[in-house]
C-alpha cells in the first residue's frame, strides 16, 4: 500500500489530475500561510487581537439586536392577544340588533360619522348610556356598557362609549332668562 491517499483514488478513478493538483495548490497555500504567521510572529499577534477584538464587538451588537427583534416579536405577540381576547369578548356579548331595525342612529368613529341601525329601545339606551358600540373591523356593533368598559381597559380604540345624554331641565343656571322653557329632547334629525 505504497501511496498517498489521493494517488490511490486517481488509480480507481474517483478523482482526476486537475483535482488532485487543485487539492496540493491549497495546501502548499495553507502551509506558507502558516509558515509566514510564525516568522512575523508579532504583527500576526497583533493582527489576530484587532481580529478578535472586531468579532467580539460584532458578537456584542448581533446579540443587542437579537434582544431588540424579541422585545419586538414579544410586543407584537401580546398585542394580537389582547386583540383576540378583545374579539372573544365582543362575540360573547353582541347584543343583538334585529334585520327590520329601521331607526338610523349616527355617531363619530375616527372623525367620521357613522350610521347603524337600531331599534327605538337600543337607540333609547345608547342615549341612556347603557349601551355602547363597538368596532370590529368595519363592522360596528352593541354591547353592554360595563362590557365595554372591560374592553375600553384593554383596547380603547375598539370601543365607541356614547355619553349619556343630560336633560336640559337638570342644568338650568339660575340667571338663565329661557329657564322657564323646556326644550324638547326627542326630535329626530
Known amino acids: 500500500m505504497a501511496g498517498s491517499l489521493q494517488d490511490q483514488l486517481l488509480k480507481i478513478g474517483v478523482i482526476d489530475k486537475q483535482k488532485k493538483k487543485k487539492v496540493q495548490h491549497e495546501q ?35 446579540k443587542i439586536r437579537d434582544l431588540e427583534l424579541n422585545k419586538q416579536r414579544d ?6 392577544a389582547i386583540v ?13 340588533t334585529p334585520k327590520d331595525a329601521d331607526v338610523a342612529y349616527n ?20 342615549t ?19 362590557i365595554a368598559a372591560k374592553i375600553e381597559m384593554r383596547s380603547s380604540s375598539s370601543v365607541i362609549r356614547i355619553q349619556p345624554e343630560i336633560n336640559a331641565s ?13 326644550i324638547p329632547d326627542d326630535l329626530m334629525w
Open 128 to 146: 341612556l348610556g347603557q349601551l355602547a358600540i363597538t368596532a370590529i373591523g368595519e363592522r360596528h356593533l352593541l354591547i353592554p356598557d360595563k
Open 170 to 182: 337638570d342644568v338650568i343656571a339660575s340667571d338663565d332668562p329661557y329657564a322657564d322653557y323646556e
Open 28 to 62: 502548499r497555500k495553507d502551509g506558507n500561510k502558516a509558515r509566514q504567521a510564525v516568522k512575523s510572529g508579532k504583527k500576526a499577534d497583533s493582527q489576530s487581537l484587532v481580529d478578535q477584538q472586531q468579532l467580539a464587538k460584532e458578537r456584542h451588537d448581533k
Open 75 to 80: 410586543a407584537e405577540r401580546a398585542e394580537k
Open 84 to 96: 383576540a381576547e378583545v374579539q372573544q369578548i365582543i362575540q360573547q356579548h353582541i347584543v343583538e
Open 107 to 126: 355617531f363619530t368613529h375616527k372623525n367620521k360619522v357613522k350610521k347603524i341601525y337600531v331599534t327605538n329601545d337600543q337607540r333609547q339606551q345608547l
